[in-house]
């Protein structure tokens, strides 16, 4: 097996827009123990990028990510490097300020299944399919992914996917709300990709702060006072300043984060 076959995730940057790709097509992309510091040292690098406006996660080849190794889970979730680890994957990648998509070509599975649901968007194409096993497997799903899995898709789809571990093809992923939209075959980077211009050309301030609000009130967690510091802030930004201009120039308007 070559490295191109199996290797640990990489980050990838293009202008405002970064990527992170799975590269263990041979093993459907699972994530490895030693993945995970890996991906948390990307995120840490597209944190202090503050020119940063939109991250891509996907998998190279058929599929989008298998999860986490399960053979690594075996002993409990609180082994370090562990499934308690990929728990602060997610809730980091759910957490980031800039918009999130994830390329979903094929199948994701397990963890990865809540990975994706941590992202902004989820774009599928029809050959998508997923399945979350916890429940064959004898695991208990972590608390915040629990969370997500509610409060995104409604606990009734919630409880058909933990409680039956069945696996789902891409027109179910879409009418239960999993998937954002279904590419097209052949579409699904140029949609991605539009969608991803499409979120850098808006205001970073609006944007970073409404993000943060509506993950907040989807899991019950809301600062409101942090909230109103940030409506401020947008209020008092030369991005509002600069789109009310734009707009009654009618012409796109150039924002700078500030």
Same mark, same amino acid.
């Not at 399960?70 to 994957?89: K, S, T, V, Y």
């Not at 301030?205 to 409101?224: S, W, Y």
């Not at 796109?252 to 984060?257: C, V």
């Given at each position: 097996?070559?490295?191109?076959?199996?290797?640990?995730?990489r980050?990838s940057v293009e202008?405002?827009?970064?990527?992170i790709?799975?590269?263990?097509? %041979?093993q459907?992309n699972?994530?490895?123990?030693?993945?995970l @510091?890996?991906?948390?040292?990307?995120?840490?690098?597209i944190?202090?990028d @503050?020119?940063?406006?939109?991250l891509?996660?996907?998998g190279?080849?058929?599929?989008?990510? !298998?999860?986490?190794?399960?053979?690594? &889970?075996?002993?409990?979730?609180g082994r370090?490097?562990g499934?308690d680890?990929?728990?602060?994957l997610a809730?980091?990648?759910?957490?980031?300020?800039?918009?999130?998509?994830?390329?979903?070509?094929?199948?994701v599975?397990?963890?990865?299944?809540?990975?994706?649901?941590?992202?902004?968007?989820?774009?599928g194409t029809?050959a998508?399919?997923?399945?979350?096993?916890?429940?064959?497997?004898?695991?208990?799903?972590?608390?915040?992914?629990l969370?997500?899995?509610v409060?995104?898709?409604g &606990?009734?789809?919630?409880?058909e996917?933990?409680?039956?571990?069945?696996?789902?093809?891409? !027109?179910?992923?879409l009418?239960?709300?999993?998937?954002?939209? &279904? !590419?097209?075959p052949g579409?699904l @980077?140029?949609r991605?990709?539009? &969608?991803?211009?499409t979120?850098? !050309?808006?205001?970073?301030i609006?944007?970073?702060?409404?993000?943060?609000a #509506?993950?907040?009130?989807?899991?019950?967690?809301?600062?409101p006072?942090?909230?109103?510091?940030?409506v401020?802030?947008s209020?008092?930004?030369? @991005? #509002?300043?600069?789109?009310v201009?734009?707009?009654?120039?009618? %012409?796109?308007?150039?924002?700078?984060?500030?």
């Amino acid at each position: 097996m070559t490295n191109e076959e199996s290797a640990p995730p990489r980050l990838s940057v293009e202008g405002p827009i970064a990527t992170i790709e799975f590269c263990r097509p %041979r093993q459907a992309n699972r994530v490895e123990p030693g993945d995970l @510091d890996v991906l948390h040292e990307h995120l840490a690098a597209i944190e202090r990028d @503050d020119a940063l406006r939109a991250l891509v996660f996907r998998g190279r080849g058929r599929h989008f990510s !298998a999860g986490y190794a399960i053979h690594a &889970l075996a002993g409990g979730e609180g082994r370090p490097g562990g499934g308690d680890g990929f728990e602060r994957l997610a809730n980091r990648a759910e957490d980031l300020p800039l918009v999130t998509i994830a390329a979903i070509q094929g199948g994701v599975f397990g963890g990865s299944t809540d990975l994706a649901l941590a992202c902004d968007f989820r774009i599928g194409t029809p050959a998508a399919e997923m399945q979350m096993p916890a429940a064959r497997l004898g695991l208990h799903y972590y608390e915040r992914g629990l969370y997500r899995f509610v409060s995104r898709l409604g &606990l009734n789809h919630a409880k058909e996917l933990f409680l039956t571990a069945r696996r789902i093809d891409a !027109a179910r992923m879409l009418a239960i709300g999993y998937l954002t939209e &279904l !590419a097209e075959p052949g579409q699904l @980077d140029a949609r991605v990709r539009e &969608l991803a211009e499409t979120v850098v !050309a808006l205001a970073p301030i609006a944007v970073t702060g409404m993000k943060r609000a #509506l993950n907040e009130i989807a899991r019950g967690a809301l600062d409101p006072v942090a909230l109103r510091e940030r409506v401020a802030r947008s209020g008092a930004s030369d @991005d #509002l300043r600069e789109g009310v201009l734009a707009w009654r120039e009618k %012409r796109a308007p150039r924002f700078s984060g500030r």
